[in-house]
């Protein structure tokens, strides 16, 4: 009989995965690390870096609508169903896909070149005029970049499917030099519009980095959906629609908010941008790589392992979110002080911004969790369910968030605070109502956690006191002797815990490198 548990062969398979995926996001995120602090040298927190928030959250809207939700939702489950199969068919679902997204894209690129004034007075205050001029341009030249990422989105699905993992790694990696690319060659005559044309540079580049994994790709147009797999697709996306409904209305009061405080949208930019780096190492790489199992196990009605696999996810993210977030917030000040005070960016922002990073980083560790939770809904063919709390979320931030706004003096970090109890409200529901459908009891979550946090917690008091200690030498060596001997007092108190994913993840590491 075979083996549910973890070890096995698809887990194995799994961690693998997380890891090459892994490598394409610490390489993402690294040169992300590069092209935000570039962005503050040359614009700082101003009003420029405001007005391209704005205007990239259209284009970034359109993506996630029609993309990104639908590519773990439906894409990559359905997808993987026929990969293993006929190529013929699998080719033919694929371009019907393909065909219906891309003249869906095309219209929304047209209507929102049109509309561009109307669209950015929708997401800022009416007395905000500078912002609006120069929002309003910079969504038309964007608009473009939503194609290009629509292209790229639907060719990571089809890698993903395949079980491809290498290109699609890395293309966040380029388009992030993509953007750096034009920011540092035409700030000087361009100023903030430099920075969209570096996004159309990327948006591209993503595309033409995934065309060798498509080499024998047998794409035909076809606008009918006729493909049962299609129909089934769109009836699975449907339900992703209601979701990304609540987060465009979530966005617009959002942005719509902080476009009444100065530089707000900008350090929010930034202080996400620290928050990003251990999200996408971590839970994406995780939730990306198991997706297709979990799938393939559902399909085949194997309730064991799709319960040992959603479980050894979780607890793999919890082995390395809860480190990560408590050292960004023992070391803060210092890491945002290394990686944006340069240029226009001077020790006020830094300030300002480490706080709004404290802020946001209760929300890391339920926002991890969030998507490996999710993706086990998509994996279940259930895009319904995890949209709906999507509705249930945004209350939780207005909860949070209007009162703060109101009552008190905290200006924007009021949103901060409400955007990290939406994640934590989000990822609460989502795991409540996935525990009805899959039970988790015997899988040691809660051991898993407590252990965790024990193990974070002390870390987190040793690396705040010694970059105490060390607070006159220069940020660099602050923050890696402290966050260096953070890691390996973590790595030493996990294994002392006997924390069970290090075990799993240990041996899956062996095992890689061993091949």
Not at 461 to 468: I, M, R, S, T
């Given at each position: 009989m075979s083996d549910p548990l973890p070890g096995s062969t698809a887990l194995r398979g799994?961690?693998?995965?997380?890891?090459?995926i892994a490598v394409g996001n610490v390489l993402s995120r690294l040169v992300g690390f590069v092209r935000e602090p570039i962005i503050a040298y040359y614009f700082g927190r101003g009003v420029a870096v405001d007005a391209f928030q704005i205007a990239w959250t259209v284009p970034s809207t359109i993506y996630d609508m029609l993309i990104a939700g639908a590519v773990s939702a439906a894409l990559v489950p359905v997808f993987s169903e026929y990969a293993e199969g006929a190529r013929d068919e699998f080719w033919q679902v694929v371009s019907g896909v393909l065909s219906i997204a891309l003249a869906a894209l095309t219209a929304l690129v047209a209507l929102g070149v049109w509309q561009a004034p109307l669209i950015v007075a929708a997401l800022t205050r009416s007395q905000e005029s500078e912002l609006r001029a120069l929002a309003t341009p910079?969504?038309?030249?964007?608009?473009?970049?939503?194609?290009?990422?629509?292209?790229?989105?639907?060719?990571?699905?089809?890698?993903?499917?395949?079980?491809?993992?290498?290109?699609?790694?890395?293309?966040?990696?380029?388009?992030?030099?993509?953007?750096?690319?034009?920011?540092?060659?035409?700030?000087?005559?361009?100023?903030?519009?430099?920075?969209?044309?570096?996004?159309?540079?990327?948006?591209?580049?993503?595309?033409?980095?995934?065309?060798?994994?498509?080499?024998?790709?047998?794409?035909?147009?076809?606008?009918g959906g006729g493909h049962p797999a299609v129909r089934r697709i769109l009836r699975l996306y449907a339900p992703v629609t209601l979701g990304i409904g609540f987060s465009i209305v979530g966005t617009l009061i959002d942005r719509w908010l902080a476009s009444g405080f100065t530089a707000a949208l900008g350090t929010m930019r930034y202080a996400t941008t620290l928050i990003q780096f251990p999200l996408?190492?971590?839970?994406?790489?995780?939730?990306?790589?198991?997706?297709?199992?979990?799938?393939?196990?559902?399909a085949a009605a194997d309730e064991a392992r799709f319960r040992a696999t959603l479980a050894m996810g979780l607890k793999v993210v919890l082995l390395l979110i809860l480190p990560a977030t408590a050292g960004l917030a023992a070391l803060a000040t210092p890491i945002t002080r290394l990686v944006f005070e340069r240029g226009a960016f001077g020790a006020a922002d830094t300030a300002v911004t480490a706080?709004?990073?404290?802020?946001?980083?209760?929300?890391l560790p339920a926002a991890a969790l969030d998507q490996v939770l999710i993706f086990a809904f998509y994996a279940?063919?259930?895009?319904?369910?995890?949209?709906?709390?999507q509705g249930a979320a945004i209350g939780c931030y207005l909860l949070a968030a209007l009162p703060l706004l109101w009552f008190t003096h905290l200006g924007f970090l009021a949103l901060v605070i409400g955007n990290s109890a939406q994640l934590i409200g989000h990822a609460l529901i989502t795991y409540a109502l996935l525990s009805r459908a899959v039970p988790l009891h015997g899988q040691r979550l809660g051991e898993a956690t407590r252990k965790g946090l024990l193990a974070s917690g002390l870390m987190a008091?040793?690396?705040?006191?010694?970059?105490?200690l060390l607070s006159e030498l220069p940020t660099v060596i602050v923050v890696a002797v402290a966050g260096g001997a953070g890691a390996l007092l973590y790595l030493a108190l996990s294994?002392?815990?006997r924390i069970e994913a290090l075990g799993f993840f240990s041996e899956a590491l062996r095992a890689r490198l061993g091949r």
């Open positions: 799994i961690a693998s995965a997380a890891m090459l910079l969504v038309r030249l964007l608009m473009p970049a939503v194609l290009l990422m629509g292209i790229s989105g639907l060719a990571t699905a089809v890698l993903h499917a395949q079980r491809r993992f290498l290109l699609p790694a890395f293309v966040m990696v380029v388009f992030s030099l993509g953007m750096m690319l034009g920011v540092v060659i035409l700030h000087d005559r361009l100023g903030i519009n430099s920075l969209a044309i570096g996004a159309l540079i990327g948006a591209g580049a993503q595309v033409v980095l995934q065309l060798p994994g498509l080499r024998g790709a047998r794409l035909r147009p076809s606008l996408g190492l971590v839970a994406s790489a995780v939730a990306l790589a198991v997706l297709p199992t979990l799938s393939r196990q559902s706080l709004a990073l404290l802020l946001y980083l209760p929300g279940r063919k259930n895009t319904l369910t995890p949209n709906l709390i008091g040793a690396v705040a006191g010694l970059a105490a294994a002392t815990l």
